[in-house]
């Protein structure tokens, strides 16, 4: 399993915020959510459409997926509202997705890994708390009913929201970290740094979220790396090279585009294309993740900032392929499995 996930917003932090923040927010966040219905259609590569399940030692196993009962309450009772003050909001995300919002001087400020360590400072500004955990919402509101409050796996029993001031990293100089969440820690987080004005990267947010769906799907044994692979080109490893990719370094062999939220512009046609931007040759971790934001950015703002993505075959059978892994492993009720499964088909 892949343990190191620090570096996962570190390397590519400050181009992400800048990029997203000046080309894609004055757009999307205009547009209304798209709620639709649908199916996922089959895949049409050469792995199988019914992924493999097995542990880490190769047997078969059953997920320790719960079955949350919000599948078909109503949960609109959660609703955010103006006027809201911060103790309504954290206490109506806190009920809505089953998770644990820490602000203010309560937060954690030390984070190690056994390669780096990272640092946050507390943002003490309830009105920027108060702001930023909208967004997160309006994020957190386009998944599935009760999927948040499934993703804790093994000894981890909830999820814990750090909402911070700047985060650093010892010994890295520059840039900020957005978001950020790891595999080994005693604490299954996922930390969030709030900018002036309550300012949050939401697809950040996202993006580390899928980190820790793959993480349950390790735990749970319905992922197999092996079986990944074999929708890679022929011959190709991943590098585990972040350094390259905050240098700008990766050759933009197989990808769509160079980086995030840009159109495409490599020279490789749609046939040649295998991932998302460069960053996502890092790992498989990292591959997955970025290849889910062009969706998740679709279904919040119902706006495609890759445009034509999936119609690419291998992206769109590697993300076919992704989606019955969650599938498999998260309890979902028909129309949320539909809608997400309905907007993936209409841009595919």
Known sequence: MHNNKFKTMAVAAAALMSVLLTSCSNQVQQTEKSRTAGEISQTSSGVSSEPTTQTSSGSSAEPTTAKPLDLVEDLSKYDLKDGDSLEQIVSKMESKYGIDIVYGNDIRTEFKDENET??????TNDNEIAAALKDIDEGLNALPKGFIKQLPYGKHKILKMYLTGPITIDGVDGGGVPAFTSDSDEELYLTIEVLEQGVVNVPTVLHELTHIIDFKLHYDGIINEDDWSKLNPEGFTYDNSYGDSLAGKKDPKYCYTTDHYVGHNTDNSNDDIWFYYCYSKVNAYEDRATMLENLVIYRIWNYEVAEGL???PHMKAKMEYYLKLIEKDFVMNASDRDAWA???????
């Open 118 to 123: 990272l640092r946050a400072k507390p943002n």
């Open 342 to 348: 309905d907007a993936f088909r209409k841009i595919s």
């Open 310 to 312: 999936y119609k690419c």
